[in-house]
């Protein structure tokens, strides 16, 4: 799984880049049954919300995975920019999960 990684209104840094990657790719246990006909590519987007608050939910993430017929989306707002990254993880293993739940058993409904 490739992770197209985009900032908007923040620096990407190397060390946030590797820890978006670190946590994001670990999502790729769920995606190894749709990457039988090719990489897929996750686009992952974090952006500060706002210039001049300092405190409160400034910070947005956003990752977008195309899976054969669906379109997995999972979104996370805070006020850090790496608690954001960890909740969108989560969220974004819950959305996998139901996706590869879906396709197993529609796989087991053919046979």
Do not use: W
């Amino acid at each position: 799984m490739k992770i197209d990684i985009s900032c908007v209104g923040l620096d990407l840094t190397q060390a946030f880049s590797d820890y978006v990657e670190e946590k994001i790719g670990s999502c790729s246990d769920f995606v190894k049954r749709f990457e039988e006909k090719g990489e897929l590519n996750l686009f992952f987007k974090i952006a500060r919300t706002t210039k001049h608050h300092i405190h409160g939910d400034v910070f947005t993430a956003e990752a977008m995975i195309q899976l054969p017929g669906k379109m997995v989306h999972a979104k996370s707002i805070g006020s850090d920019a790496r608690a954001v990254v960890d909740e969108l993880k989560d969220e974004l293993k819950i959305e996998l999960r139901k996706q590869k739940e879906k396709a197993v058993s529609k796989s087991k409904g053919r046979k």
